[in-house]
Structure formats: C-alpha cells, structure tokens
C-alpha cells in the first residue's frame, strides 16, 4: 500500500496513503474539482486550524501536553467520506530535477506516461467512502480539470520523473 516517487529528484520518496486521512492537506473528493467551495473551505479550514494551534499552544502552558485524538465529528467524517490529496506538496519536497520532462506511472496494469505539468495538476485519491483503496489502489490519479473523474488512472504502485 506504498507509492515510490523516484527517478529524476533530488530526494527519492516513499509515499503512505494510508496515513493520509490523518493529514491536513487532503481535500473532499467532491469539493476537489470545485474551485469556490474549495477556496472557501481552504480559507474556513486555516482559520480552525490556527484557532485550533492557539487553543493548543495555550494549554501547554497551562498544564503539560497531551495527546490528543480526532474528535468523534471528525472521526464520522473522516469514515464517511471520499478524499484527495494534491500531489504537488511531495514534488516539491522531492525537489525534482530541471532535467526531467515527463512521468511513467507505473500501474499494476502496465505504464503510461504523461507530462510533468500534468503531474504537477493532479490529485491522488486515496480513500474512498473512508476506507483505503485496496483492490485497485493503492491510489488513483485524477487530473484537478476533472476530465478523468470517471476513468482516473488506478493502481499506480510508482511514479517515475523522467
């Protein structure tokens, strides 16, 4: 259930969907491809976010830390719903090379290759309904233009720069 990012980067990445329903970026698969309601929701979510973070910061000064886990809204969201995450967040961090031109995504039906500013405007959709992409997954490539929302490409198992 890993996805290797490697070939033409600086730094090789192992990537771990399953992990992703826990992480901050991801994105509703409905409001994915919905450019006002995810500016909105991108915009109420830092806002909780940083409220959240000040809330934090200021109990640890009044008592020690302690681990905190999702609330049960979250939770019920979080099993309920379909997300994506952008990929461009870990290209960034691979921190491609400027020799590199396209991407081999590697699948478990074969490869296919697309343009590394394609790559660049993609989502990985990694959780389906809350639950992991298993039989067809680890994860699926949408385009953020919506035009292979009905045939995204799956099983990709590594994404090659070129």
Not at 13 to 34: G, N, Q, Y
Not at 44 to 53: G, N, Q
Not at 54 to 82: A, C, D, F, G, W
Request: glycine share 4%.
């Amino acid at each position: 259930m890993i996805v290797q990012l490697m070939g033409n980067v600086k730094f090789p990445i192992t990537l771990d969907p399953t992990v992703w329903i826990f992480d901050d970026r991801k994105i509703l698969l409905e409001e994915a491809f919905s450019t006002e309601k995810h500016t909105e929701t991108a915009d109420s979510e830092t806002i909780k976010t940083a409220d959240r973070l000040n809330r934090e910061l200021y109990q640890q000064k009044v008592r020690p830390p302690v681990n905190k886990s999702i609330t049960k809204y979250e939770r019920e969201k979080i099993l309920k719903n379909s997300y994506v995450m952008p990929i461009h967040e870990f290209l960034d961090h691979a921190e491609i090379l400027e020799e590199a031109q396209d991407v081999t995504l590697v699948t478990k039906s074969g490869e296919k290759t697309i343009s590394l500013t394609a790559l660049h405007n993609c989502y990985l959709l990694f959780s389906v309904d809350g639950k992991p992409l298993i039989t067809d997954g680890p994860v699926h490539l949408l385009f953020k233009d919506g035009s292979n929302q009905d045939a995204p490409i799956t099983g990709i198992e590594k994404i090659i720069i070129n």
